[in-house]
């Protein structure tokens, strides 16, 4: 199995920007893809990024040019680097990691407030 377990979230003003860290640990070798999703409250959880065991990204076009996913290998570690935030990205922000048996695996989420 794969744990996963999302950190960086908080409250930042509006223009500002935000690094969420997703640590994986357990079964590795068993992650075909990772990605980020969030869920605002009252909303269905949406994909956000994501990005290839070979380093391919992609992202949501509401988010395009201003977040990034990358990952570092060496600390089995998934980031999402938010810039540029606005109100509407104010949501609970989640690591997904995609199995090559087509599992999914999921953090505990990381709560992001954008506010004034």
């Known amino acids: 199995q794969v744990q996963l377990e999302e950190s960086g979230g908080g409250l930042v003003q509006p223009g500002g920007s935000l690094r969420l860290s997703c640590a994986a640990s357990?079964?590795?070798?068993?992650?075909?893809?990772m990605a980020w999703y969030r869920q605002a409250p009252g909303k269905q959880r949406e994909l956000l990024a994501g990005i290839t065991k070979g380093g391919t990204a992609t992202y949501i076009d509401s988010v395009k040019g201003r977040f990034t996913i990358s990952r570092d290998n060496a600390k089995n570690t998934l980031y999402l680097q938010m810039n540029s935030l606005k109100t509407e990205d104010t949501a609970v922000y989640y690591c997904?990691?995609?199995?090559?048996?087509?599992?999914?695996?999921w953090g505990q989420g990381t709560q992001v407030t954008v506010s004034s």
């Open positions: 997904n990691a995609r199995l090559w048996s087509s599992d999914d695996c």
């Open positions: 357990g079964s590795i070798d068993r992650v075909y893809a």
